[in-house]
C-alpha cells in the first residue's frame, strides 16, 4: 500500500515522498525504477516525477556490483545525481562509500551493473576516462604539486597553449583567477602551494574540477579536516556550484552537514543502497537508523564523576606565532575538551605537551613535577599517552603486525634482560584486544587490514596497555563508523571513571557536548574560554571559538 | 596527508584512497610478510650451497684453509661494513660514505704513521676519527633534516677529498710486520682472517640486538614510519645518529684492517667499495625503503657474495668483469621480489594492447 | 579606530603585491647568487693572479665546464624527476673509449658518424637505465649504482688493459675541441645553445612541466594523467644519451683514452646540479642554474690550481659546497613552509 505524504517542487521538479510498508518498490510513475529492498517497518523513498521538460539524471549508477577477491564490497547500489543538486551520501566504514568513489573516478571498473551519463551507458576505463566524461572527485587529503603554482596544479597535463604547443602561461593564469573570483575565494594562482592549507588545497582541487568542466563533482568527506569556518566557506563554494548546475555527491560522517548542505540524502550499508530521500523528509535518528539497521542505545552524557587532584598542569605554554599562555589543568577522573578552529593550535599544544613540538615558554607538571619539554619518552614515562590526529600516518606502522603495533610503546617495559620475546609482545596484544574488542583476523596480521575504527582500537590499546594517568586524544572519532564511535567515546569515559585524565581535542561538537565534562576553547593560539558541561551549547562554542562576539577593540 | 609530507617519500600510501601507489621509480612497499622472508633467506641459502658445490666443481682447492682464509681476507673489510649499513639502510637512510671513510681512515693511519705516532695510538686516534666523520653524517641527516642520500654523497666527496689533502700523492707503506701480518696469517685455531672473525662477531651481536632487543623493534619501526616511531617516544635522532657513528667507527675499523692488510696506505684506498657493500645489503633481503630486512640473509649474503666472488677468481675469470656480477646480483636482488607485480603489470600491457578490461587491483583500506 | 581583531583579519587576508613576481624571484635568487658567488670569486682570484684571466685559462674552464654542464642538463632532467642518475660517467667513459677505437677501425669515418655512434651508445645505457627503473620499478639509486658497476665493468673488459692514443685519431677531431673564437671553445657555444633550449622545453612545454609534476609529488602526477613511467623513461634516456656525446667530446680533448675516462663524474655532476639549485627531491631548479652550478665548481677548481693550491683541495671544496647548498635549500624551505603556513592558517572568512 503506498501512500503519497507530500509533494514539492525543487528547482522545476516535483518530488514527492512516498511510503511504503514492507513491499519491494515497483516502478514509479514514469516508468523509472529505483530499485532496492525496502527495511522492515517503513521506508521512505524519493520518486522521480518526470515531467515534461524535466532533465534525466546527470549520472545514474544502476546495480553496480563490486568484489574483491573475498570481499563484497557494493553488492547492489544504484543512485541518481541531478544537475544543481547536492546529493549527501552517509554509510558506516565499509558501507562501499569509498568503492563507489572509486568507481564514479575511474579507478575500478565495476563487476556488474551500469553507468550512466546524460542518460547514455558509459564504461569508464580510467581516471581520464572519468574525467573526460565530466566526473570530478575530490579527496579528504587533495594531492597537489607542493613545488608548483596553484595554476599549474590546476592545468597539469592540460595547460593552454599557444603556437608551437608551447604553454601559454598568461592565460593559464587568467582562467584560474576567473574561476577562483567565480568561487569568491582569494588565492594568487601564482603562489606555489607549499605552506597551503588543507582548505585552500580543496579550492585548487575544485578549481581544477570547474576548469575541468566537470558536470559531477564527488567530495569524498571534504570536511573532516576543516574548521567551522572553513566548513561554511567550503559549504558556500558548494552552493554557487550546485547554482552553475553541477550536480553534487557529498559524503560525509557528519550527519548535521547533510541536513545543512543537501537536498536529498542516500544511505548505503554493507555494500548495499538502502534509501534515497529528500533530506526534509527524515530526521537524524531515520538516517542513523538506516546506516546501522538497528536501534542505537541513546548517546552516553558525560557521568559527573568523581573528580580528583589536578594530575596534568599546563601553565602559560607558549610558542611563538603558534601558541601563547595557555594555562589549564586537568584533574583525575575528569575529560577536558578542546575545542576550537583547525589552526586555533589545539593539536599543537598537545604535542607540545606529549613532547613531539617545543615550546618556548611556560611549563608542564605532571603531578607536581616539572615535565621535561621536547622529550615524548620523558612524557611517556611521567604517564601520559597520546593518540595522534591522524592515525594512519603517526599512530601505526601500517606495515607491520598488529602485536607489534600495540606494543610499540611497551617495548622498555616489556623488555627482560635487555631482551624483547615475541610472545610478550603477542600477550599484550592478546589481552588488549580482547578487551577493545578489536575484530581481527590473526595478531600477525598487518594493520592495514583493519577497518578504520579497529584501527583506531589498536592506537588506544597501545596507550591503553600502558596504564596512563593521562590521555591525550586528538580526534578520537575521526572517520570512523557511528558504531565504532560509541565504543570509543564509552572506553573514554570508563578511563575517566577509573581516574585517568583525559583531554580530547575534537572538531566534532557533538562528541564535546557529549563526552567532556569540561570544555576549553581555543582561538587564534589562546585559550579563551572555559565551559562547564550544563553551560556549553554548539553555538556557544562556536561562537566563542570564531570570535564573533568579539566586537570592541580592546 | 599535506603535500610535503607525500612529497618527502616516494611509495607513500595515500591514506587508502587509492591501491597503494609508488614513486616514478620505486616498488609498492609490500607488507610484513614472515612467510616472503623465510623464501628471500632460503633462497639465498640455496645459492651459497650451489655457489660452494660450484666451487667444489671448479677447483678441489674451494674449501681447502687457505683459500677459505683468503676469501675471508679479501671481504673482511667490505663484511665489516655491511652490518652498519643494513642497520642504516633498514631506517630508511642510506650512507654512501661509507668507502670514503675506509680511504680516509687508512690515509690517516699512513699520516700518522709517518709522523712517528705509535701504533695502538694511531688505532684509536682513527677510530675516534671515524665516530667523528659518523657523527658528522649522522647530525646533519637528524639535526638538520637533511636527506642522506644527498649528504653522503657529499661526505663522499668531502672524505674523499681530505684523504687526498692528507696523503697528496704519497704512499706510505713502510708499516711494521707485527700489524701487517693480519694479511698473511689467519686466526689460531682457524681458518678465518682477522677481519672475517671481527665481521663474524659483530654479526652475532647485531643479530641479536635487532631481533631480540627494543633497540631492533625501534629501528623497524623508524623504518617502516618515522612519524609512528616518534609518537610511540621511539629516540629516532638518537637511534639514527647513532647507526651513523657506529657506521663511522665501523668503517674506520674496516680502514685500518684494509691497511694492515694491503701494507699500503694511499688515499684512494677502497674506492668504490661503497657498491659492493650497498649491493651484499640489497641482496641480504633488506628493503631499500627501510622496516624490512633480518640479519640471517645479510650474512648469508656476505657468505655468497664472497663465495661468487672467490669462485670467479678460481676460474680466473677477468677480474675486470666482477662488477658486471656485482651490478648484476644487486639489480637481480631488488627485481626479483618485483617478479609478481611485473608479471601483473606485463599482463596489463599485453591486455591493454588486445583491449581486454583489465583486473583491478586489490582495494586499499 | 580599528579593532585587533580587525586589524589582524586585514593583515592575514592581504596577499602579498604579485607574488608570483616574487616567486619567480625567490627562484631566480639561486642563479643570482651563483652568478654573483662566480663574480666576487673570479674578480678575487684575478686579483691575486692575473693569470687567471689569461685567454687560455678562459678556454680551459669553458671546456671542461662544458662537459659537465652538458652532463647536469641530462642529470637535472632526472633528478627533477625526483630519481637520479648515476651511471653518466660509465657511460662517458665507454663511450669515449669505443668511438675513440671506431677511428682505427673504420678508418677516413667522418667525425659526425662517431659523435652519432657515441650517441647512441649512451642512448642504449640510458635506455636500459630508464627501462628497469619505469617498467621494473626499481628505485633509481640502486638501478643506476648497479649500471654504473656493471657498464664500468663492461668498459673494462672492452679495454683490456688497452688505450686509445690520440695519434690514432685524425687530427681534425684532435683540433675541434680546442677552436675558439674570442677564447670560447665553438663546442661551448653550441653546447650553450642546446642547455638553453633545453631550459626553455622544461619551461614551456607540456612534456617539461610534467618532469616537475612527477618530482613534486609522483602520486598526484599518475592521478591527473602523466604517463610517469614514459616520462622518467624518457629522462633517463636523455641522460644517457648526452653522456654518450660527452664521451667523444672528452676523447676530443684528452686524447688518450683508457679505462678509467670518466670515473667519478657522476658525483661532480651532481654536486654541480645540487649547487645549481635542483633540490635531490626533484619539483625544482632550473636546468640554467645546474649548468652555472658546473661553471661555478670548475671555476673554483681551476682558481686554486691557479692559485697554487694543490688541485688534491678540489674534492673536499666540492664536498663542502654540495652539503652547504643543500643545507641552505632544505632551511630555506622549511621558513618559507613555516611561514606561509603561518599566514595562511589564521582563515577569516
Not at chain 1, 296 to 318: D, F, H, M, Y
Not at chain 3, 97 to 107: D, P
Not at chain 3, 256 to 276: F, H, K, M, N, P
Request: charged share 15%; hydrophobic share 50%; proline share 3%.
Amino acid at each position: 500500500m503506498t501512500r503519497l505524504t507530500s509533494e514539492r517542487t525543487v528547482r522545476g521538479r516535483r518530488i514527492g515522498t512516498i511510503q511504503i510498508a514492507g513491499t519491494r518498490v515497483a516502478a514509479n510513475g514514469s516508468g523509472r525504477r529505483i530499485g532496492g529492498h525496502v527495511q522492515e517497518g517503513s521506508g521512505v523513498f524519493a520518486v522521480q516525477h518526470h515531467s515534461d521538460g524535466a532533465a534525466p539524471p546527470v549520472l545514474s549508477v544502476e546495480h553496480a556490483q563490486k568484489t574483491f577477491g573475498a570481499v563484497r564490497a557494493l553488492v547492489d547500489v544504484s543512485i541518481d545525481l541531478f544537475a544543481g543538486e547536492v546529493h549527501g551520501l552517509v554509510g558506516e566504514n565499509g558501507a562501499g562509500k569509498s568503492t563507489l568513489v572509486k568507481i564514479l573516478a575511474g579507478v575500478y571498473r565495476p563487476d556488474a551493473g551500469r553507468l550512466l551519463i546524460d542518460g547514455e551507458e558509459i564504461t569508464l576505463r580510467s581516471p581520464s576516462a572519468a574525467r573526460n566524461a565530466g566526473i570530478a572527485v575530490i579527496y579528504q587529503e587533495p594531492t597537489l604539486f607542493p613545488d608548483l603554482t596553484v595554476a599549474e596544479n590546476v592545468f597539469m597535463g592540460r595547460q593552454p597553449l599557444r603556437s608551437a604547443r608551447r604553454i601559454d602561461s598568461a592565460s593559464m593564469d587568467g582562467q584560474v583567477r576567473a574561476v577562483l573570483d567565480r568561487l569568491g575565494v582569494r588565492l594568487d594562482p601564482g603562489r606555489i602551494t607549499r605552506g597551503l592549507s588543507i582548505a585552500d588545497q580543496q579550492i585548487v582541487e575544485i578549481a581544477k574540477a570547474l576548469t575541468l568542466d566537470a558536470k559531477v563533482i564527488v567530495m569524498d568527506e571534504p570536511t573532516a579536516a576543516l574548521s567551522a569556518v572553513e566548513v561554511g566557506r567550503l559549504f558556500q563554494v558548494v552552493e554557487t556550484l550546485r547554482q552553475n548546475g553541477a550536480a553534487i555527491l557529498f559524503i560525509s560522517h557528519r550527519l548535521d552537514e547533510m541536513f545543512e548542505l543537501c537536498q536529498r540524502v542516500t544511505v548505503m550499508r554493507d555494500g548495499l543502497w538502502v534509501l534515497t530521500s529528500p533530506v526534509d523528509a527524515l530526521g537524524t535518528d531515520d538516517l542513523v537508523r538506516a546506516m546501522v539497521g538497528r536501534e542505537l542505545v541513546t548517546r552516553e552524557t558525560a557521568a559527573s564523576a568523581k573528580l580528583g587532584a589536578p594530575i596534568l598542569s599546563v601553565e602559560r605554554l607558549t610558542r611563538e606565532g603558534v601558541f601563547l599562555d595557555v594555562t589549564f589543568e586537568v584533574r583525575a577522573g575528569e575529560v577536558v575538551a578542546l575545542a576550537g578552529l583547525v589552526g586555533a593550535g589545539r593539536s599543537e599544544v598537545a604535542r607540545a605537551i606529549f613532547g613531539i613540538d617545543r615550546y618556548d615558554a611556560g611549563r608542564v607538571t605532571v603531578e607536581g613535577r616539572v615535565l621535561p619539554k621536547a622529550s615524548p619518552a620523558a612524557a611517556m614515562e611521567a604517564g601520559i599517552g597520546f593518540v595522534p590526529e591522524d592515525r594512519r600516518q603517526d599512530g601505526l606502522v601500517m606495515s607491520e603486525s598488529i602485536e607489534r603495533n600495540v606494543a610499540l610503546a611497551s617495548l622498555r617495559t616489556l623488555r627482560r634482560w635487555g631482551f624483547l620475546r615475541r610472545r610478550s609482545e603477542r600477550a599484550l596484544a592478546t589481552e588488549w584486544a580482547r578487551r577493545l574488542q578489536i575484530r581481527y583476523g590473526r595478531l600477525s596480521d598487518p594493520v592495514s587490514n583493519l577497518s578504520g575504527g579497529n584501527q583506531q582500537k589498536v592506537v588506544l590499546a597501545k596507550w591503553l596497555s600502558r596504564n596512563p594517568k593521562i590521555l591525550i586524544v586528538d580526534e578520537p572519532t575521526r572517520g570512523i563508523d557511528v558504531a565504532t564511535k560509541q565504543e570509543v567515546h564509552r572506553q573514554l569515559l570508563s578511563l575517566a571513571s577509573e581516574g585517568v585524565a583525559v583531554l580530547m581535542i575534537s572538531s566534532e561538537l557533538p562528541e564535546v557536548l557529549h563526552v567532556a565534562g569540561r570544555i576549553l576553547v581555543m582561538r587564534e593560539g589562546r585559550l579563551v574560554a572555559e565551559l562547564a558541561h550544563a553551560e556549553a551549547t554548539e553555538h556557544a562554542i562556536i561562537a566563542i571559538a570564531t570570535g564573533a562576539n568579539e566586537g570592541a577593540s580592546r | 596527508m599535506s603535500p610535503e609530507k607525500a612529497a618527502g617519500q616516494p611509495g607513500v600510501d595515500l591514506q587508502g584512497k587509492l591501491p597503494a601507489p609508488a614513486g616514478p621509480d620505486g616498488t609498492v612497499p609490500s607488507r610484513a610478510n614472515l612467510q616472503r622472508w623465510m623464501r628471500w633467506e632460503t633462497g639465498l641459502a640455496v645459492l651459497l650451497i650451489g655457489t660452494v658445490v660450484f666451487g667444489i666443481s671448479v677447483s678441489s682447492e674451494f674449501l681447502s684453509s687457505y683459500n677459505l682464509f683468503s676469501l675471508g681476507l679479501s671481504n673482511g673489510e667490505i663484511a665489516i661494513m655491511v652490518l652498519p649499513m643494513a642497520l642504516i639502510v633498514m631506517t630508511g637512510e642510506i650512507d654512501l660514505s661509507v668507502a670514503a671513510n675506509l680511504g680516509l681512515s687508512s690515509s690517516m693511519v699512513g699520516y700518522l704513521w709517518t709522523h712517528g705516532w705509535p701504533m695502538p695510538g694511531i688505532i684509536v686516534t682513527v677510530l675516534v676519527l671515524g665516530l667523528v666523520l659518523g657523527t658528522f653524517n649522522g647530525l646533519l641527516v637528524t639535526r638538520l633534516g637533511l636527506p642522506s642520500l644527498a649528504v653522503t654523497i657529499g661526505t663522499r666527496i668531502l672524505y674523499g677529498g681530505i684523504a687526498e689533502i692528507i696523503l697528496g700523492s704519497n704512499i706510505i707503506s713502510n708499516f711494521p710486520a707485527s700489524y701487517t701480518n693480519i694479511g698473511v696469517t689467519a686466526v689460531p685455531h682457524t681458518d678465518l682472517s682477522f677481519s672475517a672473525l671481527v665481521f663474524l662477531v659483530l654479526a652475532v651481536v647485531v643479530a641479536i640486538v635487532l631481533h631480540a632487543t627494543p633497540l631492533g623493534r625501534s629501528i623497524f619501526a623508524i623504518g617502516a614510519n618515522k612519524e609512528a616511531a616518534l609518537y610511540a617516544g621511539i629516540r629516532v635522532k638518537r637511534i639514527k645518529t647513532g647507526l651513523f657513528m657506529l657506521s663511522g667507527v665501523m668503517c674506520a675499523l674496516a680502514g685500518i684492517l684494509y691497511t694492515f692488510r694491503l701494507s699500503t696506505a694511499e688515499f684512494d684506498n677502497g674506492t668504490g667499495l661503497e657498491l659492493p657493500v650497498v649491493a651484499i645489503v640489497l641482496f641480504g633481503g633488506v628493503s631499500i625503503f627501510g622496516g624490512k630486512g633480518s640479519m640471517g640473509g645479510v650474512v648469508l649474503a656476505v657468505l655468497v657474495f664472497s663465495g661468487i666472488q672467490n669462485v670467479l677468481l678460481l676460474t680466473n675469470f677477468n677480474q675486470e668483469g666482477v662488477g658486471v656480477v656485482t651490478g648484476g646480483l644487486l639489480l637481480l636482488s631488488v627485481l626479483a621480489p618485483n617478479i609478481g607485480e611485473l608479471r601483473g603489470r606485463a599482463v596489463q600491457y599485453i591486455d591493454r594492447f588486445r583491449r581486454r578490461p583489465i583486473a583491478d587491483a586489490e582495494p586499499g583500506a | 579606530m580599528r579593532t585587533a581583531l580587525e586589524r589582524r583579519h586585514h593583515e592575514n587576508t592581504a596577499t602579498v603585491t604579485d607574488p608570483r613576481r616574487s616567486f619567480d624571484i625567490v627562484l631566480r635568487v639561486r642563479e643570482f647568487g651563483i652568478i654573483a658567488v662566480l663574480v666576487v670569486f673570479v674578480a678575487v682570484t684575478y686579483g691575486i693572479q692575473h693569470r687567471f684571466l689569461s685567454g687560455q685559462n678562459i678556454t680551459f674552464i669553458l671546456f671542461d665546464t662544458t662537459i659537465f654542464a652538458f652532463l647536469a642538463l641530462g642529470e637535472a632532467m632526472v633528478v627533477i624527476a625526483r630519481c637520479v642518475d648515476l651511471s653518466v660517467g660509465s657511460v662517458l667513459g665507454l663511450s669515449a673509449y669505443l668511438c675513440g677505437r671506431l677511428f682505427s677501425v673504420v678508418h677516413g669515418i667522418p667525425i659526425p658518424v662517431v659523435f652519432l655512434v657515441g650517441l647512441l651508445i649512451g642512448l642504449g645505457c640510458g635506455v636500459v637505465n630508464g627501462l628497469i627503473v619505469a617498467v621494473g620499478r626499481v628505485p633509481s639509486l640502486v638501478v643506476t649504482l648497479a649500471s654504473l658497476y656493471i657498464i664500468r665493468g663492461i668498459d673494462g673488459l672492452v679495454v683490456g688493459g688497452g688505450v686509445v692514443v690520440a695519434s690514432s685519431m685524425p687530427s681534425s677531431f684532435i683540433t675541434m675541441g680546442k677552436a675558439t673564437i674570442f677564447h670560447v671553445p665553438y663546442v661551448t657555444i653550441v653546447v650553450a645553445i642546446l642547455i638553453a633550449l633545453g631550459a626553455y622545453y622544461l619551461r614551456s612545454y607540456r612534456s617539461g612541466r610534467e618532469l616537475y609534476a612527477i618530482g613534486s609529488n609522483p602520486e598526484a602526477a599518475r592521478l591527473v594523467g602523466i604517463r610517469t613511467g614514459w616520462r622518467v623513461f624518457n629522462a633517463f634516456a636523455v641522460s644517457g644519451a648526452i653522456a654518450g656525446v660527452c664521451g667523444v667530446l672528452w676523447a676530443s680533448y684528452f686524447g688518450t683514452v683508457d679505462s678509467t675516462a670518466g670515473t667519478g663524474y657522476e658525483l661532480q655532476v651532481i654536486a654541480a646540479v645540487v649547487v645549481g639549485g635542483v633540490a635531490i627531491f626533484g619539483g625544482s631548479g632550473t636546468v640554467i642554474g645546474a649548468a652555472l652550478g658546473a661553471l661555478l665548481l670548475e671555476t673554483i677548481n681551476t682558481a686554486l690550481y691557479v692559485l697554487g693550491i694543490s688541485s688534491f683541495w678540489d674534492s673536499a671544496i666540492a664536498g663542502v659546497l654540495l652539503l652547504v647548498a643543500i643545507s641552505l635549500d632544505h632551511t630555506i624551505t622549511l621558513h618559507v613552509t613555516a611561514a606561509r603556513r603561518k599566514r595562511g592558517n589564521r582563515l577569516v572568512t
